[in-house]
Each structure stands twice: as structure tokens, then as C-alpha cells.
């Protein structure tokens, strides 16, 4: 990072960054071809889920390469300045990369959509129809790297 005064630098503040956002960015690459799609998402322990149609872009991507990278952001704001040059924005971001599995296991696509809904809202007991469950495709990224900044 080329700024250093503005890395955020411990876990617990990265995910803070994380509990705040309200998107998730997922980049993927296929064949050279970028390709990237805002989600809903749940996050735990360098873990992040979200859900998704049974088929499509996504799907395909992961299965021909599951790298991904990702962004998010929060407490964005404009500062305005009196020359165009002299604006700027004050954010906290975070990115990084990771490795995109299907989850396939009940329990678990449970803990996974636990964590969406805990990202939205503040309902901690929570019952799914088994047959909703079973249809819906939840994807987990499994961080391997994670840095934050932020600008004031």
C-alpha cells in the first residue's frame, strides 16, 4: 500500500470495515475475462457466503477458476474543496482475495445464510424450510489475503 498512514493494519478493525458494509464486490476470471457482481453477503472467521441462482456466470466461473478477489467499503462521504483538484472522499475499504467453493452440505449452507441474515438484520434465531435450503446455491469464499484502509 502505497499510503501507509492510511492502512488499517488489525483484524478487529478490517472487520469492523466488514460489519458496516452493505456489499460485497466479487471479481472472478475466465479465460483472461474479468468479470465482477455486487452481492448480499454474511461474513465469519475469514469467511464470507453468499447465495446465488442455481445457474449462471457465477457458477461457471468458479468452476473454471475458483480465485477470486473482492472489495467492499463503508462510511463513504464526499469532501468538497474549492477547485475541482482540491475534492476528495473520506472511506474505509477493505479487499483482498480468496478461494470460491459451492457449499453442498445442509448444516453448513445453515451457517451460511445465518451469517447473511446476521449482516442485515438482527434476528439470531432462525428457522429455514429444509426444502429452500436444499435449492438454494451458497457459495463461500475462504480469505487468503485481506488488507484495509481508510481515509478521513
Partial sequence: MRRKERAVVSKEAIEEIIKKAEVLRVAYTNNQQPYIVPVNFGYDKNTFYFHCA???KKL???DSNPYVAF???GNV???KGQIPCEFTMA???VIGTGTASIVYDT???IIGLNHIMKQ???KVKLK???DLVDRVVIVKITVNTMTGKRSK
Avoid: P, W
Fill in 54 to 56: 442455481n445457474k449462471g
Fill in 60 to 62: 461457471e466461473m468458479i
Fill in 128 to 130: 429455514y424450510n429444509k
Fill in 120 to 122: 442485515y438484520t438482527d
Fill in 107 to 109: 448444516q453448513e449452507k
Fill in 71 to 73: 472489495e467492499l467499503e
Fill in 77 to 79: 462521504k464526499l469532501i
Fill in 91 to 93: 472511506y474505509e475499504s
